[in-house]
């Protein structure tokens, strides 16, 4: 079992900058490869970025790519988002969802269904 807890959503204008946290209880954060989502008003779910448990692998949404990393500490059971040059698209609640990996890979998952463990989800609102 793996709880998740996002944090670091706000309100920032838009070209402005968040980092979102996604902290894990329990000790095999590692065995974990890590995603984050978005969900904005009306629209359905989608695949923000991905990264593998041992983070030798990422993984990103064609629309976030260039201005967000994903990265992870194991060593801290966090995962982290950095968002730059936000745009009000961007606007959404972002959640963390966690997969098990048996072993360890480099690769990461884009599908939601693949997840096992969600967090509660963390708003971002971009200002135009």
């Known amino acids: 079992q793996v709880q998740l807890v996002e944090s670091g959503g706000g309100l920032v204008q838009a070209g402005g900058s968040l980092r979102l946290s996604c902290a894990a209880s329990g000790r095999t954060f590692s065995s974990y490869g890590m995603g984050w989502f978005r969900q904005a008003p009306g629209k359905e779910r989608e695949f923000v970025a991905a990264i593998s448990r041992s983070a030798g692998g990422t993984g990103y949404a064609d629309s976030v790519k260039g201005r967000f990393t994903i990265s992870r500490d194991n060593a801290k059971n966090t995962m982290y988002l950095q968002m730059n040059s936000l745009k009000p698209e961007d606007t959404a609640v972002y959640y963390c969802?966690?997969?098990?990996?048996?072993?360890?890979?480099?690769?990461?998952?884009?599908?939601?269904?693949?997840?096992?463990?969600w967090g509660q989800g963390t708003q971002v609102t971009v200002s135009s």
């Open positions: 969802a966690a997969k098990f990996v048996e072993w360890s890979s480099s690769n990461w998952y884009r599908g939601a269904t693949m997840y096992d463990y």
